[in-house]
């Protein structure tokens, strides 16, 4: 890694980093990749409900509309995607939802005049870009710098392993990069996420069909009979309401049903162990349930799902 004086970057991929507080070095950074996990449950015991809510983003009323390095921003962008394109990495899309996030916490970085991922008071990394956007993200990652030019931002960033693994994470598809000068330095954030397709409750409920059909077949056993319960859509949104599994109202439904409660954000994949179940050959109806809620667990949003069997 090349150093040069008041220099600073810090990287994150769902931990915080350690940051270099001499601005004559650049801190090589670690951090684990920020990437969401789904639950399941097979006739799930009883759980205490808990609500759960999200903050609104600090300071965001207190940004300007203007963003007068939008300029540089572009540049980072372009920077970036020529990177990847050398690397083999598929282009990044800007978003404006993350850009804005990270245009918030460049803000936040000025005002405290020192780099961090997470300032005392302010929300995640994955509760940030989510009270900004509609993405569904599954993954998420953010370098920060202190830099004077986006082309010395960017050769700097590509020197620092951490920093480099995000930009030319293959993973990644979107990104927000916010940038805002002081003096002749550039406080930037670039904000990363690998967006999933949006689909609808009736596109979800269609996916993890074909599944419990694909599934069947590969057993051996007949096709089941769909047949939806009325009830079943509210006892999803019970889960995503109560942020877990194993609410009162899939105790309820278990009571009756072989049921299976789980998140999912690849509907068209049914949980590991599921086959135990969907495959009896006892089973002759199958009914989807599906909801889907951005909580305290998932900023991001995920579909909660319960399919039931009988």
Known sequence: MHSA??????????????VAQDPAQLPAGSGTTSKKSVQSAAQSS?????????????????????????????QL????????????APPLTLDAGLSQAALIHAHVMLDKQQLSHRF???LSLPERLAAMTNLQLEQEGENVALDHSAENAHQHLM??????????????????????????????????????????LAEVKQSIA??????????????????????ADAVACSMAQADQLGTPAVQKLSQRF????????????LPAGADRAVAGHHLTTFSIGACYGKTE???????????SLE
Do not use: C
Not at 5 to 18: H, R, W
Not at 47 to 71: C, M
Not at 77 to 88: F, T, V, Y
Not at 297 to 307: F, I
């Open 159 to 200: 020197h620092s392993p951490p920093h480099r693994a995000n930009l030319l994470n293959p993973a990644f598809n979107v990104v927000g990069i916010g940038v805002v000068r002081s003096a002749d330095r550039l406080y930037i954030v670039q904000d990363f996420g690998r967006a999933l397709p949006n689909y609808s």
């Open 258 to 269: 072989t049921t299976l409660s789980f998140t999912s954000l690849q509907p068209e994949t």
């Open 297 to 307: 667990t998932y900023p991001t949003g995920v579909y909660w799902v319960v399919l």
């Open 46 to 74: 009883q759980v205490t409900v808990k609500p759960a809510a999200l903050r609104p983003a600090p300071n965001a009323a207190n940004i300007p509309v203007d963003d007068p390095e939008v300029q540089t921003e572009k």
């Open 210 to 231: 074909a599944a419990v059909s694909q599934m069947r077949h590969q057993s051996g056993q007949p096709a089941l009979q769909r047949k939806d319960l009325p009830e």
């Open 120 to 122: 005392e008071g302010e």
């Open 77 to 88: 962008l372009l920077l970036a995607n020529q990177s990847r394109q050398q690397a083999g």
């Open 5 to 18: 004086p008041e220099i600073l970057l810090a990287f994150m991929l769902g931990a915080v980093a350690a």
